[in-house]
């Protein structure tokens, strides 16, 4: 009992020192922010107010591994069997659709700033860009450590990596700007950053809407899956595989198995549970074993409700096209 608390214990602590990093690399990300767009103003640099939209993303990652980490903790109950992994998800759906406007919204920015150059202040977007610069390395030596210990942590840890990377950009594109008077580099800057974000923001939204449309999951390694599977003689089909991704590493599992009249149904099933939570690590699986002729009738029941049209259940369905 104590061995269990103690993990308890480990993981709690684990879980609260994630939570620390993240709210004091987030308060970071947000100083940047606040810094660059005022910078943007004063000088008048798109590049650096592209930057800062750049940052924001990053406060967006923040968030939804804060909330992931907090929600990951919470129970599942009778409302929300699967727990609230999920708001992790839809989090991200927002964030990424909130990003891709931000992202147009440079791009246009600096159509404009092409078709007519406002002049900017070069000494104030160099200072600015490089107080954002000296806070961000602050952040990312924060976060470099930790970034092993969670898949939650290293996409935060590469968000702010990337933010240094587009900040170093800037201040280059300054003393570049500083030295030459080719104003047109922060045009270029702003667009390679804006080009920048919609990428990354579209592969968060493709991900987000396939998680929440239930595609089979690209990430999960059915076949290692199934390989455990087939290793029991006494399956002789598996009928039905499903998996769905709860979230960022978090599966269910669905099958259905055919399997020989003379087989222990209890022991296999409970195998399977075994396989599935000691080996991968899925909290959610569900398994049906079936004996050749149950399967049989089963699928005799289907037929017989698409093939008569008095079941009003067939019928009614059959003419709503989704």
Known sequence: MSEAFELHNAKDR???KLLLFLAISGFLSVLIFVIEWIGSEESGSLALFADAGHIA?????HLISFLA???SAKKSNEKFPFGYHRIEVLAALANSLLLVGIALFILWESYLRMLGSDPIHVETMLKYSLAGLVINLISVGLLFGVSKESLNLRSTYLHVLSDLLGTIAVVVGAIVIHNTNLFMIDSILSILIGLFILRSS???LKESIEILLEAFPHDFDSEHFLGHIKGFTEIQSINSFKVRKLTSGVFTIEIQLVVNEK???DALTFE???IAKSHFGIPYIFVEVLSEKTFASISKLSLLEKEDP?????HSHGHHHH
């Not at 008095?310 to 067939?314: D, P």
Request: charged content about 30%; cysteine-free.
């Open 14 to 16: 684990k879980r609260k």
């Open 57 to 61: 993303t990053d406060i967006f990652a």
């Open 69 to 71: 980490i907090v929600f």
């Open 202 to 204: 579209y592969a968060i």
């Open 263 to 265: 087989t222990d149904r």
């Open 272 to 274: 399977i549970h075994k």
């Open 310 to 314: 008095h079941l009003h259940h067939g």
